[in-house]
Nanobody, 123 residues
Framework: QVRLVESGGGYVQAGGSLRLSCAAS????????MGWLRQAPGKEREFVAS????????IYADSVKGRATISRDNAKNTVTLQMNSLKPEDTAVYYC????????????????WGQGTQVTVSS
């Protein structure tokens, strides 16, 4: 059974930073891509960033480009999202996600995703 567990969310003032972490277990090689999605209240789930578990391309949404860095540690089966210069519009529940198709991940319909971690940015 696939399990994705997010951590690192919290409350931060605008301009601050947070480091989100995802611990993954049970994934097969078919889940080639991992990343982060987010969902604010009343809004659709939104793609944030992704990377290939086996290496390859890294993609960021325009909304976080230049402020977010996604990375992985395959030895620990973890994926990290470092977010700097946070804005109030970054407030959302952030979900770790995995999918064999990058396109599915980018449109917000991953094969697997976790329970999420809340990020709240105050102005």
């Amino acid at each position: 059974q696939v399990r994705l567990v997010e951590s690192g969310g919290g409350y931060v003032q605008a301009g601050g930073s947070l480091r989100l972490s995802c611990a993954a277990s049970g994934l097969t090689f078919s889940s080639d891509y991992m990343g982060w999605l987010r969902q604010a209240p009343g809004k659709e789930r939104e793609f944030v960033a992704s990377l290939s578990w086996n290496g390859g391309s890294i993609i960021y949404a325009d909304s976080v480009k230049g402020r977010a860095t996604i990375s992985r540690d395959n030895a620990k089966n973890t994926v990290t999202l470092q977010m700097n210069s946070l804005k109030p519009e970054d407030t959302a529940v952030y979900y770790c996600a995995a999918d064999g198709a990058l396109s599915d991940l980018r449109v917000g319909v991953p094969d697997y995703w976790g329970q999420g971690t809340q990020v709240t940015v105050s102005s």
